[in-house]
């Protein structure tokens, strides 16, 4: 059986913003690291102090505006008659589909930074194991409320 191809909707553009916020934290770990370790250097055999933070530099670059615009442009979604596609991953490309029939229930959430760049999740929990949620980040509050509703109407509209 060969499936017709689905059109995904990209993410908002605040969820890019989100996403660059969000690597900040994990880029400062080499420069921190670095400084000490250069600092510790400098103490006991006299060298440069400021060779591996500067080193270092670069791959905070990268982890904070590099890796989250490929990380964004990765992401995609579809709602489709009765299943929701969510793609994402640049090294491993995830394409989930979910039956929207083993949807348990659904959950629309938006943390502070989420909220200042007007961006939700949609976070969906399916029957299954412990690891049956998807998550859709990077859409409007009223885009995931508006799919939340859409979802919980063809569950309702299921027959038991």
């Known amino acids: 059986m060969h499936l017709a191809p689905v059109t995904l909707t990209p993410l908002e553009p605040g969820q890019r913003r989100v996403m660059h916020l969000h690597a900040i934290v994990p880029a400062l770990v080499p420069v921190i690291v670095g400084a000490g370790i250069g600092t ?5 055999l006299g060298w ?3 060779v591996l933070p500067l080193l270092a530099l670069p ?4 982890i904070v505006a590099i890796a989250p615009k490929r990380r964004f442009e990765a992401w995609g979604w579809a709602l489709a008659e009765d299943e929701l596609h969510v793609a994402w991953g640049v090294w491993t490309q995830v394409h989930t589909i979910v039956p929207l ?8 959430a938006q943390g502070p930074i989420e909220r200042a760049n007007g961006v939700a999740r949609l976070i969906v929990h399916t029957a299954g194991t412990a690891h049956a949620t998807v998550v859709l980040p990077g859409i409007t ?6 799919l939340r509703d859409r979802i919980r109407e063809h569950i309702r509209a299921e027959p038991w």
Not at 40 to 44: C, D, I, K, Y
Not at 141 to 146: G, P, S, V
């Open 40 to 44: 510790a250097l400098f103490v006991q």
């Open 59 to 62: 791959l905070a670059y990268w």
């Open 141 to 146: 509050r009223a885009t995931a409320e508006d």
């Open 101 to 108: 029939s083993r949807v348990q229930h659904l959950d629309v």
């Open 48 to 50: 440069p102090g400021w």
